[in-house]
């Protein structure tokens, strides 16, 4: 694993499990994929702000778990304008499966990610999606990432590959990354801040797919990290936690439309504190 740099309790379980899990057999998995920068170029034609809406039944920051319907779920953030679905398939710490993402792959026709901790190529051949995946600082060296990017390619998935620092970054670079996501939740304290993308974002090559994971709740959070570069959002929480997520979809997917009534509501409430 990458850096000596302590991780929280809750991500050195996540990885025990993820060690532990055995994955399929090389040939039980072969993706036609749909393509995430085509759906990212469809939202911005459209006047959409690009957001992965991620269906995140539960995980070691979020209390109490959401039962609902994967498939509803998805078909809800896609009618709220979102351009791609991530589907969290860790069944220990976030109540995910793999079913789960095969039902929502089912139910709608955006590109959808398999968010999951995938440490060897084995772990690939589970379920079919149209990305999978891939955290620098869980995999063991430059080498491994490049063979495993390459393997998720031959099986048909695009990767994204998660980084949260420049040197990760250049890592994943020169593994061959060209969808690349800047965590902004640390792996230590598993504390959130926008500032991680905006550090990372001015040394990112213009032709990379570049995606800000983590942290983004607000109209404003988004309109933060698109002014820093992120050609998309990929967002859990802030969407889950609303009773309605096809309206949490589309708070977010209009902030770059809808920003003078935005601001006076916000304005509003300012002056109603
Ligand atoms: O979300 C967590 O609590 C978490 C804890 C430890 C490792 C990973 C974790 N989340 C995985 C993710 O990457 C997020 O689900 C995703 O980026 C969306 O983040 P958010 O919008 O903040 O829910």
Same mark, same amino acid.
């Given at each position: 694993m990458n850096s000596g740099e302590e991780l929280a309790p809750a991500v050195q379980s996540i990885l025990e499990t993820a060690r532990e899990r055995t994955g399929g057999e090389p040939g039980d998995v072969s993706v036609s994929a749909r393509s995430l920068p085509d759906a990212l170029a469809r939202a911005e034609s459209d006047g959409r702000v690009p957001v992965i809406a991620e269906v995140k /039944?539960?995980?070691? !920051? !979020?209390d109490g778990t959401r039962e609902d319907d994967p498939a509803e779920l998805a078909r809800a953030m896609v009618e709220g304008g979102a351009a791609a679905i991530s589907v969290l !398939? #860790? /069944? !220990? &710490?976030? %109540? %995910?499966s793999p079913e789960a993402l095969t039902q929502v792959r089912e139910a709608v026709d955006v590109p959808v990610l398999r968010k999951d901790f995938l440490l $060897? #190529? #084995? &772990? +690939? =051949?589970v379920v079919e999606a149209d990305l999978i995946l891939l955290i620098v600082r869980f995999v063991d060296d430059g080498a491994h990432l490049e063979e495993l990017i390459d393997g998720a390619r031959e099986r048909g998935f695009q990767p994204l590959v998660e980084v949260h620092d420049r040197a990760e970054l250049e890592t994943a670079l020169e593994a061959g990354a060209d969808i690349i996501g800047v965590n902004? $939740? =640390? +792996? %230590?304290?598993l504390e959130v801040d926008l500032g991680t993308f905006e550090a990372v974002a001015p040394d990112t090559p213009e032709d990379v797919t570049l995606i800000a994971e983590s942290g983004v709740s607000s109209p404003e959070d988004v309109r933060r990290m698109r002014a820093a570069g992120a050609d998309a959002l990929l967002v859990g929480s802030a969407i889950m936690a609303e009773g309605d997520v096809t309206d949490g979809t589309r708070r977010l997917t209009t902030a770059e439309t809808n920003t003078d009534a935005e601001s006076e509501m916000e304005t509003d409430t300012e002056t109603q504190i």
């Open positions: /039944p539960t995980s070691p !920051t !979020t !398939t #860790e /069944p !220990t &710490h976030f %109540g %995910g $060897r #190529e #084995e &772990h +690939l =051949d902004n $939740r =640390d +792996l %230590g304290k």
